[in-house]
């Protein structure tokens, strides 16, 4: 995907946590307890174009894989087997949130699911 050094924000240190999760938006704290957000509609218009862009980096999803990513609303890629685990967005700084661990992640996934918004596993 795209080659950008993302936005690294460890939840749980310092003051990072999220704050709440809607179908729009992920509200959260950064480690110097500034508020912030990730805007998911943005995120899932990104995530099309590049899987638009970017068609060969995507061998291990098949075309229909792809397709129901992108018609999910797909908004990043997560790797939850990763040390430490991470969810990272498609937004324009890469925010890519990462977890004490696997359970902890879901303190993210879980109210995204809800929201109906989905990532992408690359492990």
Do not use: H
């Not at 749980?12 to 704050?19: F, G, M």
């Not at 999803?61 to 430490?84: H, I, Y």
């Not at 303190?107 to 989905?118: D, N, Q």
């Amino acid at each position: 995907m795209n080659q950008m050094v993302p936005e690294i924000v460890r939840i749980s240190v310092a003051n990072a946590r999220i704050k709440c999760v809607t179908p729009q938006r992920v509200e959260y704290l950064d480690e110097a307890g500034q508020e912030c957000f990730v805007d998911l509609d943005k995120c899932a218009r990104n995530w099309v174009q590049l899987q638009n862009e970017d068609e060969g980096e995507f061998d291990l999803l098949t075309s229909e894989d792809s397709a129901a990513a992108c018609s999910s609303r797909c908004v990043g890629e997560r790797g939850l087997l990763d040390d430490p685990p991470w969810v990272e967005f498609t937004n324009k700084r890469r925010t890519r949130f990462e977890f004490g661990s696997y359970y902890e992640a879901y303190t993210l996934l879980a109210p995204l699911t809800k929201a109906r918004r989905r990532t992408i596993d690359m492990n």
